[in-house]
DNA sequence: CCCAAAACACGAAAGGCTTCGTAGTTCTTC
DNA sequence: GAAGAACTACGAAGCCTTTCGTGTTTTGGG
């Protein structure tokens, strides 16, 4: 594959399943598969060895890495969470948005459950500084 | 709020596929599969039978509905562009922002091309609304 | 050294997505 | 009223996802 390829096609879609064990990664750093079976079984029933088969097949598709030096191999997120998230959203609003980031501001905004104060200040902080800084 | 299946599970994960047929019926409104097709083609090679097929699988997974007094049917999403975006925005909330929406809006904000000052403006009057209106 | 436990690889089945081709039905126009 | 255009329905092929079961390899303890 490209080494230029830095994000991996497949994460334009990645499954229920993928983001299930995209997730674990994230929160718990590189496991084995083990690891993540177990992490995972606290929430759902899975098999090791299909966990296992997803791990093999997300390293075929580039959504982890894998460190085959010991017995037990590690894998790892391709990609951090915040990449993720900056790729996905645009995909969002792409998708469904017309495009337009601020108009999922808005909906975001709108549909919550309103956000904390001590979150709406730190939005309104980040407003600031775009206002100001950039434009 | 509940009455009966009011979002069909398949708007959960609507295939690429799908959406480019959903915008369109967002787009144009209520249309025979001659119209979506032909507003298809404007971007991708598609057959007709293709488009036909697409819509009669959403119609099966109730992403559309479907009038067929006529006999070219006309078909229509069934849910508006704003519930589409509610739901997938959440779905993506869930999915990577550890259902932290004001994360997602904070990446949202970060990342895109700073929004217009008359978006910003939007923006900040609906913060002002929701710390002064709503809990 | 041998065995059980732990780990990986592989294959296969069931179901979903995507794409059409073909066949049958209804409408329009001479 | 027959020919052809415009529609719908159906089926099937090829590929992807999800889920395991089996089989093989490695390793640590007795």
Known sequence: MNQR???PTAFLRPTPSELGILRVLWRLGP???REVHEALSAEEKTGYTTVLKFLQIMHGK???????TRRAHVYKARLAQRQAQRLMTSQLVDGVFDGSMSKLVMAALGDSGPATPAELAEIRELLDKLERGET
Request: charged share 45%; net charge negative.
């Open 31 to 33: 496991c084995t598969v």
């Open 5 to 7: 390829d830095r994000v």
């Open 62 to 68: 580039g959504l982890v890495e894998r460190d085959e």
